[in-house]
Nanobody, 116 residues
Framework: QVQLVESGGGLVQPGGSLRLSCAAA????????MGWYRQPPGKERELIAG???????YYRPSVKGRFTISRDNAKNTVYLQMNSLKPEDTAVYYC??????????WGQGTQVTVSS
């Protein structure tokens, strides 16, 4: 059973924008932190943004000011608005949800390619 469903990836030119969405199944309850990771080609997966239940956010320095994370608790969904995209943002993007019981759920990944 798929627990997290991601959407919104694709090919975009440098300077362009994309919005990623990640919807968690309603069976996942007591969600605490929601976040986005990415894995560039040949590199390790890295945390780029996170948001807790209180709305406090974290951003990796390389995306701060360009990316915005938000969440809709009623829909069990987390979003990542990505603006001013650069070629170095090219990666597979994954969402992650952590419950108050410390259970992790991962999305299937969505490819983001920034290229002219």
């Amino acid at each position: 059973q798929v627990q997290l469903v991601e959407s919104g990836g694709g090919l975009v030119q440098p300077g362009g924008s994309l919005r990623l969405s990640c919807a968690a199944a309603k069976s996942i309850i007591s969600i605490d932190t929601m976040g986005w990771y990415r894995q560039p080609p040949g590199k390790e997966r890295e945390l780029i943004a996170g948001i807790n239940t209180g709305g406090t956010t974290y951003y990796r320095p390389s995306v701060k000011g360009r990316f915005t994370i938000s969440r809709d608790n009623a829909k069990n969904t987390v979003y990542l608005q990505m603006n001013s995209l650069k070629p170095e943002d090219t990666a597979v993007y994954y969402c992650k949800v952590v419950t108050t019981q410390h259970t992790d759920y991962w999305g299937q990944g969505t490819q983001v390619t920034v290229s002219s």
